[in-house]
């Protein structure tokens, strides 16, 4: 990974004071990642590859918002209504609008988000003490970071190799910079 910047110590902090939100943040997170799987599908079903990773990464997605779910379940907790995500929504306000940079945008903001939850599951994986959750974590910690990479390799399976880079180290530095201006949340971002 490349993120320009770490998550500031005290993030951990916040969610680990106020761990059921988090925990209903994640599985909203999880259920978005994937409808933006489906999405991808629904929008360009004319590249096979892109399909075929989509619909393995919805499906996969999706048993990890059951995951979630069930544990939030298990703790008495409900859902609640999707909250707006500023750092999601500033990351989508970079996107191109033109065809093709809108394609390559997407994919490259998708890997660096699934950057970011990489980072931020090890965070909370290593400052949980229950064992389970700590376990639990570590898994999504893995699957957030093969995640990162599919949407990295899928854009240079369809894009120039020099075009992706010097996009993704341009939406590398706009995160940063986001990231940096946003308050703190018991949040995956």
């Known amino acids: 990974m490349r993120l320009r910047t770490k998550t500031k110590a005290e993030w951990l902090q916040v969610v680990l004071k106020d761990f059921d939100r988090f925990l209903v943040d994640h599985a909203l997170c999880e259920r978005k990642a994937s409808a933006l799987a489906m999405s991808l599908v629904a929008h360009y079903p004319d590249k096979t590859e892109l399909v075929?990773?989509?619909?393995?990464?919805?499906?996969?997605?999706?048993?990890?918002?059951?995951?979630?779910?069930?544990?939030?379940?298990?703790?008495?907790?409900?859902?609640?209504?999707?909250?707006?995500?500023?750092?999601?929504?500033?990351?989508?306000?970079?996107?191109?609008?033109?065809?093709?940079?809108?394609?390559?945008?997407?994919?490259?903001?998708?890997?660096?988000?699934?950057?970011?939850?990489?980072?931020?599951?090890?965070?909370v994986a290593q400052g949980l003490e229950d064992e389970r959750l700590k376990n639990f974590y570590m898994e999504f910690w893995r699957a957030e970071a093969r995640h990162h990479g599919l949407f990295l390799r899928l854009a240079k399976n369809y894009y120039d190799h020099q075009e992706v880079e010097d996009r993704y180290n341009y939406l590398l530095d706009q995160e940063a910079i986001i990231l940096d201006s946003l308050p703190l949340r018991a949040a995956v971002h």
């Open 52 to 123: 075929s990773a989509m619909v393995d990464l919805a499906m996969e997605e999706l048993e990890h918002f059951k995951q979630v779910y069930a544990l939030i379940s298990e703790r008495g907790l409900t859902l609640g209504a999707d909250e707006k995500d500023e750092y999601i929504n500033k990351l989508r306000s970079l996107i191109r609008k033109t065809s093709a940079e809108y394609f390559l945008d997407r994919l490259l903001i998708a890997s660096i988000i699934e950057g970011r939850g990489t980072e931020r599951f090890s965070l």
